[in-house]
């Protein structure tokens, strides 16, 4: 359960309402303000990202013990959400990156080929987001480590005798207390932003935190939650750091 840093990022504002009226055109997978990702957008990634890259079978078997998980639609999605978001948020509060993600960094934590156009989607966020301003570290509430404790339990993470109080100091370190803070810093900037995300693809988080199977820790919700949505927490896993600029 040790927890390791995952991205020396900042929080970016983004902020998410419920499809309704005009913007539920067929054919859109999101809007960023007045910015649609198309559905063929996403399409067109996915597409690259198979042609550039083996399969899971055909990767574990001409390389033993590495694991390739292709991004699925959503995953996609969040992406692009939060890269053009990003770039918004930039441009009007004039911020610059603090850190360079290299895509070849990127190419190798993912397991793809550093050509791939999503290994070079995701280095350009993270390099935005390296520029976003963020709060103080949040300590997390009772039922925040309740809910951690109880998910990390559900993955197998947590042996099922492991108390709340006894996992807590394991859990609570830098950051997590990060981690939250950025998640704070962007729900409230949700009304600062006119984001929409195709219901078909909610349940949608973008991942502030991750643990080992990709999946979230803490994350940003993207859209309204689908129904019966569950949250698994596994044992931390890093995603790419931005490196520092000189200067």
Known sequence: MRARRLVAVASVAVGLVALSGCRSEPGVAAYVGDHRITEDAVTEVIDDVRAKN???????????????????????????????????????????????????????????????????????????????PVGAPVAPTEQELAALVAAGKRAGA????????????????????????????LAGAVEAHDVTVNPRYRPVEFPLLSFTGNVVAVGVPLGEPGSNAVTDISTPKPRPAAEPTDG
């Not at 492991?162 to 803070?181: C, F, H, K, N, S």
Request: net charge negative.
């Open 54 to 132: 083996a399969t899971p079978t055909e990767a574990v078997e001409s390389v033993p013990g590495q694991e390739v998980r292709l991004p699925g639609r959503t995953e996609v999605v969040s992406t692009l959400v939060l890269g053009e978001v990003c770039e918004r948020v930039s441009a009007a509060e004039g911020y610059q990156p603090q850190g360079q993600v290299d895509p070849e960094q990127v190419a190798q934590q993912l397991g793809m080929s550093p050509e791939t156009g999503y290994v070079r989607q995701v280095a350009e966020l993270y390099t935005c987001l390296s520029g976003i």
């Open 158 to 185: 947590i042996p099922a005798d492991v108390t709340v109080e006894q996992a807590a100091p394991q859990l609570d370190g830098d950051q997590l207390r990060q981690a939250l803070a950025n998640r704070n810093s």
